[in-house]
């Protein structure tokens, strides 16, 4: 089971931190994807943590913007996310798998991100 926190709502420029904390389970043997699910809009991977640091990707738009990272001793993947903005607004969602067509992953409950002024 995957736990998030973070998200809300933040000014466009902002900065905010996403966590995504495994009960029951470790995540240092799963790659961890984050994704995002604007309204009206299909959910979209936006960053790839895989189990080494080579494996680790991001979608264009936030390239350069968000950053993944893991604390194993906590259990914990994390999501940086700067240089916010209106376009970012979103449900986000931690899984343990970076192809959102993989039916075995488990996800995240979702988190909400809201960029306005």
């Known amino acids: 089971q995957l736990v998030q926190s973070g998200g809300g709502l933040v000014q466009p420029g902002g900065s905010l931190r996403l966590s995504c904390v495994a009960s029951g389970g470790r995540l240092d043997f799963y790659a961890i994807g984050w994704f995002r699910q604007a309204p009206g809009k299909e959910r979209e991977g936006v960053s790839c943590g895989g189990v080494s640091d080579d494996k680790i990707s991001y979608e264009d738009s936030v390239k350069g913007r968000f950053t993944i990272s893991r604390d194993n001793a906590k259990n914990t993947v994390y999501l940086q996310m700067n240089s916010l903005k209106p376009e970012d607004t979103a449900v986000y969602y931690c899984?343990?798998?970076?192809?959102?067509?993989?039916?075995?992953?488990?996800w995240g409950q979702g988190t909400q991100v809201t960029v306005s002024s």
């Open positions: 899984a343990t798998t970076c192809d959102i067509t993989w039916a075995y992953a488990a």
